[in-house]
């Protein structure tokens, strides 16, 4: 490894510091340190070291003759194997000819995944994946998701800036040659190159789990939010409801004890209730059935409030909802599982638009035509409709003009990218 100065820790952090691996050279600012790790090319981690999680990233070199779309599906499969429980959000073309000038052969790839950091936060992960003929290099850079906004944009710039080492026929060469990895034959026919098949990967299930409680037993809820006792940090349920099915409801979710007093996660869910702003809703539609996820915000993060999942069972009351907290660092994770946000590539249907009645027989899954799957995201900070469709991925839906819908592709990494944000808002 060679640095472009004898004391890199010494620059100031507006600075950029050059260096050399065996196989890539890439830039960095100065806000990053370089770190020694065995089995790595090169850490970097950030100069300050914030509480929770320390903003890095790993460049790493194995041994390898296979093409890109295996290194890309050795990759994508890592994720769970490396970090059990990851969801991947997302595989995107990584265009190093771009950068550098050159036609518009993809020679990489950019993989979004998300992994349990403890009960309190997940990690966000972007790994970028080159192919040389003769190794997979790969750049992966980690945060929080509430770190993202603030960091993405430095990882992006440093993994731009990477240089591979080996001839660039080589990386080419590499880029445009099929091995044992399933390929998406008409994706691939897409853009003119291979293009591994996605649909193979499997995705493991994110919903948050949480307590079945009732309607009425919110209800009881806010009405024990509202009777806080002089000095106390929480309320107090009214005597009226303190041996009723709502209350016993409200103890198994540990929100009330014996005597009827709001626990610390029972007056953090009360407070988000009493406001009544949801900070997202999300809305998913399968065939016959549909779900509704919605997100109210507190001091220490969100109540999310739920209907069953399409993918779970019905629960035995339309007046039931399944409730939990989480963070701000786990709300885009489970919003991603909760449309069923995963890798897929995306690509424009035979025609750019569809008529509503044929829009509403594809979400419907009547027979003969593909099923799509809806789903909608509605924040502050903008709203996203579309479905999945298996055969081509996400795709935009448009408001009707003259009598039909605009249809557009919509990759899942600017969908994983725009969902991210939901942490730092």
């Known amino acids: 490894m060679r640095f472009s100065t004898e004391d ?27 770190m020694r790790v065995d089995a790595a090319d090169l850490v970097l981690v950030t100069r300050d070291d914030p509480p929770g999680f320390r903003p890095n990233l790993v460049l790493t070199s194995v041994l390898s003759t296979a093409p890109l779309p295996d290194a890309a599906m050795s990759a994508l499969l890592a ?16 265009d190093l000819a771009d950068v550098e000038g050159g036609d518009d052969t993809a020679l990489g790839r950019r993989i979004v995944f998300l992994y349990r950091g403890d009960d309190t936060r997940d990690v966000l992960v972007h790994k970028w994946v080159w192919a040389t003929g003769q190794h997979h290099v790969h750049l992966s850079a980690s945060c929080l998701p509430s770190q993202a906004e603030a960091l993405v944009p430095a990882f992006t710039w440093i993994a731009r800036s990477l240089r591979l080492s080996a001839p660039d026929a080589a990386v080419r060469a590499a880029a445009v040659a099929t091995g ?10 897409g853009v003119g190159v291979p293009l591994e098949d996605l649909g193979s990967f499997p995705l493991l299930s994110w ?23 002089i000095g106390a940090s929480a309320g107090i349920l009214p005597k009226a409801l303190r041996d009723t099915a709502e209350a016993a409801e409200l103890v198994s979710a540990g929100w009330l004890d014996e005597r009827g007093k709001l626990s610390t996660p029972g007056s953090d869910a009360a407070t988000a209730l009493a406001d009544g702003t949801a900070w997202v809703i999300a809305k998913v539609r399968r065939g016959s059935r549909a779900a509704l996820l919605r997100a109210y915000p507190h001091r220490r993060g ?52 569809i008529d509503p009645r044929d829009l509403e027989s594809h979400l419907a899954h009547d027979p003969g035509v593909e099923p799509w799957d809806e789903f909608l995201v509605r924040t502050p900070l903008g709203e996203w409709y579309g479905v999945r469709s298996p055969s081509r991925g996400f795709l935009s839906i448009g408001a009707p003009a003259e009598g039909r819908h605009p249809v557009t592709p919509l990759p899942s990494g600017a969908l994983a990218d725009a969902l991210l944000r939901l942490a730092s808002g």
């Open 207 to 229: 919903l948050c789990p949480g307590s079945a409680v009732t309607l009425d037993a919110l209800q009881a809820l806010l009405d024990g939010a509202s009777r806080s006792r």
């Open 180 to 189: 044992a990895a399933p390929v998406d034959a008409e994706a691939s026919l």
């Open 8 to 34: 890199a820790s010494a620059r100031g952090a507006a600075d950029v510091v050059e260096v050399e691996t065996p196989h890539a050279a890439l830039r960095y600012p100065g806000t990053f340190e370089p």
């Open 302 to 353: 969100v109540l999310v409030v739920r209907d069953a999942h399409p993918d779970e069972s019905p629960l035995d009351s339309d007046r039931l909802r399944i409730v939990s907290h989480a963070s701000n660092d786990q709300l885009p994770g489970l919003v991603a599982a909760w449309i069923g946000l995963g890798p897929a590539w995306s690509f424009t249907p035979d025609a750019d638009d």
């Open 79 to 94: 994720a769970p194997a490396q970090h059990p429980a990851a969801r991947v959000l997302s595989c995107d073309l990584w």
